[in-house]
């Protein structure tokens, strides 16, 4: 399973729901329990209840119910008890969900499928005990946990409509811890990432020569009036670094300088020399016969 696996709240839910399932069969075991240690006092009402029934109210029952208490405080306090234990266990469902998740959700789920584990389990475990000795510590064994066949249908039903009603207020509990667990949860977060100039994705490698500021200067003067930026002071934030030079062009700089569209004097030239063949006076000779 992944960090984000989403179903986290089913895989811790189920697996702690059967933990909590041990806690539900002996709960089950500690309803036989408590009506075999107060077997007298369960008989001594039931005796009481068929004399009612015959002869009517000729006994007084009331006296029956001192010796009843303790037979009922073990059944239903085991019930409470193992709730308090699944509702630990919804909560650690729920937190570790959270874990595996990598946030904070997911928790009522857990607690959910822990209850529904453990409920299945207890209903089933409470059934299969009063089907095999006939007694349990609450209300329906008082009343109906007399070994006849035919009173066996009536108690399990009435012992399953008890514990199906405490079942559903305890749904609620499960995914309110299950909620809590996860919300609780200490996630770890990632290390922080040092964020500067070598991890911006578009800085240049290695850094040019531009990119390295001078240090700043301490007391430094306001430069005098007129003079932008101030040379003298590299530290100034608003002066270039390094400080411009003067720039001038190399003598064979193209374009030539603007005396060169000026008009130029024309230099003098020489005549041109006489030609051999002609003669003085520049007449060109007659041709022989003319």
Do not use: C, K
């Amino acid at each position: 399973m992944s960090g984000t696996e989403p179903n986290a709240p089913r895989f811790y839910g189920t697996r702690v729901g059967l933990v909590a399932a041990v806690f539900s069969v002996a709960q089950a075991l500690l309803l036989f329990g408590s009506a075999l240690g107060g077997q007298a006092a369960i008989q001594s009402m039931q005796q009481a209840i068929s004399v009612i029934q015959a002869n009517g109210l000729v006994v007084d029952y009331t006296l029956l119910l001192g010796p009843l208490v303790p037979v009922l405080v073990v059944a239903y306090g085991s019930m409470l008890a193992a709730g308090l234990v699944t509702l630990w266990l919804a909560r650690s469902a729920g937190r570790m969900s959270a874990l595996r998740a990598g946030r904070h959700a997911g928790g009522a789920r857990a607690g959910m499928w822990v209850w529904l584990i453990s409920t299945l389990v207890w209903l089933a475990a409470s059934v299969v005990v009063v089907v095999l000795t006939h007694r349990d510590g609450t209300v329906s064994g008082v009343l109906f946990g007399t070994g006849r066949p035919n009173l066996m249908g009536y108690q399990i039903t009435f012992l399953l409509i008890q514990e199906v009603i405490a079942a559903l207020v305890a749904l609620g509990f499960n995914a309110l811890a299950g909620s809590r667990g996860a919300a609780t949860a200490a996630l770890v977060e990632p290390a922080p990432v040092a964020v500067g100039m070598g991890q911006y994705p578009f800085a240049a490698y290695p850094p040019v020569p531009w990119m390295a500021l001078p240090p700043q200067q301490q007391g430094y003067q306001a430069p005098a009036p007129g003079v932008y930026p101030p040379a003298a002071a590299p530290g100034y934030p608003g002066a270039m670094y390094p400080p411009p030079t003067a720039w001038a062009p190399p003598a064979a700089a193209y374009p030539p300088p603007p005396s060169h569209y000026l008009p130029q004097p024309v230099a003098p030239q020489a005549p041109a020399p006489a030609t051999p063949d002609a003669p003085a006076g520049g007449v060109s000779p007659q041709e022989p016969g003319a």
